[in-house]
């Protein structure tokens, strides 16, 4: 007699779903790729700050803001660069893996549900990102501080990973929906490329700039460098705007994958 | 009892047909689906697991319906999808743990997942191996451990032994016959009879679609004028089986056309009374009455030539 299924199952489905969606992750060759990657922007904070060293007669003393400055643009900055390339590559195979290695089928007829399936992977996948992002930083952080014995403002840190964790979900939410809704990795890879660095620059030419979501990070950075400049937080309604789209950009992307998804004849 | 219920089952592809109006009772049985390539087999398992849906038709499986209850189904129901493959960068053991921990819903002992691996004859120096090494044959094993990992009431194998050497296929049809007995219910697709033969109590031929032929193969046989099946013992010497049989022969000769023949391990009956002779010979343990080697292929050629 089959019983109905509980919360408390569902919630061992997306923990066993979870773990195994992060170990995999974990082991594959996309934990070097990625190490190996957030390597780049900590080498660019260190050689702007080995140049600011280098130019006592220019940066006399190294302040707190300097400190501040170099960190969100030298190295946020470019992080939000390299990593939305970084995770497009990476997570193009998250769901389109799985049709290509011919798992799928076994895995969509085990218990849990496809969207319990999907969604542990999102959380595998964020939880794994959020681990990489936080190591950066760490080095990061450290460095600067052994180097020039001060440490990053904590509002300056936690508005950098908030921005950079914020761009990574969108880039994430692309290369999902993509992955699950095409299962063609090369479409997966090959579509949020050029979105990121075509279309968003042919939206410039229209004047249309202010609609594509790197505008949105683009702002949000002002405020923070404003903040950093002249200690003073500007958030008007535009800016609030652009900050609630930046954070439910991804969440919608997400939802509507999830939406489809289900409902996707896994045949064809 | 019906384990599965199918009522009127369709499904299109763009405009072509694939499954048209398919209704059938599978009662806790080795259930066959036979068939050309492109005849509808593997849709129709699709269906049944909820893994696509039907353009027309009901599915019940274990009293649920697949349209509302397919979560519940599926913890009752394990698959072998055909040319199965798999995370190249996990292992045996790895895929045998997640799938187990899946069905069960607890954490699995190093003996509970050893033994599906020992089950299913994948050598041990490959269980902590990366799937990206195994062979064909061992990734279809590794298949057939996942499907019954966790036991499952009902396990859909769709073309299961295609790339399993003949030892090892007829290693796997001793240990389907084993867990058939335990209680199992299996629906199999393939294209080779003389493997279906071997399994099923129950064949479906089916083609564009549509049921050609759905019987036990007692009664298949039977209304074909097929009357010979092969009588065998996994467990005992040959002599005793003969001896047994005709044993049988002389309580029971109305149901024989012909005293036995030997032939090598085994003693070919010519019967009218198959379906009778299989039950009785329930009562001795470790004795297996098959069809002969070919009826079912010249079923299946008689049926589809017409």
Redesign the interface.
């Known amino acids: 007699m089959l019983k109905n299924v509980t919360q408390n199952e569902f919630i061992k489905y997306q923990i066993i779903l979870t773990k195994f969606f992060f170990k995999k992750i974990l082991k594959s060759w996309k934990t070097i790729f990625c190490v190996i990657m957030i390597i780049f922007p900590v080498f660019t904070v260190y050689h702007k700050l080995s140049f600011m060293i280098s130019n006592p007669s220019r940066y006399p003393t190294i302040t707190q803001n300097n400190i501040d400055y170099l960190f969100f643009n030298g190295f946020v900055g470019f992080s939000i660069l390299l990593f939305r390339l970084m995770y497009v590559i990476i997570f193009s195979d998250i769901v389109s893996g799985e049709f290509s290695n011919k798992f799928a089928m076994m895995l969509y007829s085990t218990p849990p549900s496809r969207k319990r399936i999907l969604l542990s992977k999102v959380i595998a996948i964020i939880l794994y990102s959020t681990a990489l992002e936080l190591l950066s930083f760490v080095i990061v952080v450290v460095g600067l501080s052994i180097s020039t014995g001060l440490i990053v403002s904590l509002e300056v840190l936690l508005l950098g990973f908030l921005i950079v964790f914020l761009t990574f979900l969108l880039s994430f939410s692309i290369s999902f929906m993509l992955s699950a809704l095409t299962r063609n990795v090369i479409i997966s890879i090959l579509i949020p490329i050029l979105y990121f660095f075509f279309v968003e620059q042919f939206f410039g030419i229209f004047d249309l700039e202010n609609i594509t979501y790197y505008y949105f990070v683009n702002m949000m950075t002002e405020v923070i460098s404003n903040y950093l400049l002249t200690g003073t937080i500007i958030l008007g309604i535009e800016e609030v705007s652009y900050l609630i789209g930046l954070i439910s950009a991804p969440v919608i992307i997400f939802l509507i994958t999830i939406f489809f998804f289900n409902k996707l004849d896994i045949r064809t | 009892m019906s384990i599965i219920t199918l009522k009127g089952l369709s499904k299109k592809?763009g405009k072509k047909t694939v499954v048209n109006n398919i209704s059938l009772e599978i009662k806790k049985s080795c259930f066959a689906f036979l068939g050309p390539n492109g005849a509808g087999k593997t849709?129709t398992l699709?269906m049944i697991?909820g893994?696509?849906?039907p353009l027309k038709g009901e599915i019940t499986i274990?009293?649920?319906n697949i349209k509302n209850?397919?979560?519940?189904?599926?913890?009752?129901?394990g698959?072998?999808?055909e040319?199965?493959?798999?995370?190249?960068?996990?292992t045996g053991r790895e895929l045998v743990t997640?799938?187990l921990?899946?069905?069960t819903?607890q954490k699995q002992t190093t003996e509970q997942i050893d033994s599906n691996l020992k089950w299913c004859g994948l050598k041990k120096e490959y269980w902590d191996k990366k799937t990206k090494s195994y062979s064909q044959g061992m990734r279809q094993r590794l298949?057939i451990a996942?499907?019954f990992a966790g036991n499952p009431e009902v396990v859909v194998l769709d073309e299961p032994f295609s790339n399993i050497d003949p030892l090892g296929r007829e290693d796997f049809i001793n240990k389907i016959n084993v867990k058939q007995k335990q209680g199992l219910t299996i629906l199999i697709s393939s294209h080779i009879t003389s493997d279906i033969e071997k399994l099923a109590d129950t064949v479906t031929i089916i083609d564009n679609g549509v049921v050609k032929i759905s019987d036990s193969i007692y009664s298949l046989m039977k209304n074909l004028k097929y009357n010979e099946y092969e009588i065998f013992s996994n467990k005992f010497q040959s002599n005793y089986v003969i001896t047994k049989i005709n044993e049988i022969y002389s309580d029971k000769k109305e149901w024989f056309l012909e005293r036995p023949t030997v032939l090598r391990d085994s003693l070919i009956v010519k019967t009218k009374f198959p379906k009778e002779l299989k039950s009785y010979l329930e009562n001795f343990n470790n004795f297996e009455m098959r069809p002969l080697t070919g009826a079912l292929q010249k079923i299946y050629r008689f049926t589809m030539e017409g």
């Open positions: 592809y849709t699709l697991l893994l696509i849906k274990l009293g649920k209850q397919s979560k519940l189904v599926r913890q009752k129901v698959f072998l999808p040319n199965v493959g798999f995370y190249p960068s996990k997640f799938i921990e899946l069905r819903k298949g996942l499907a």
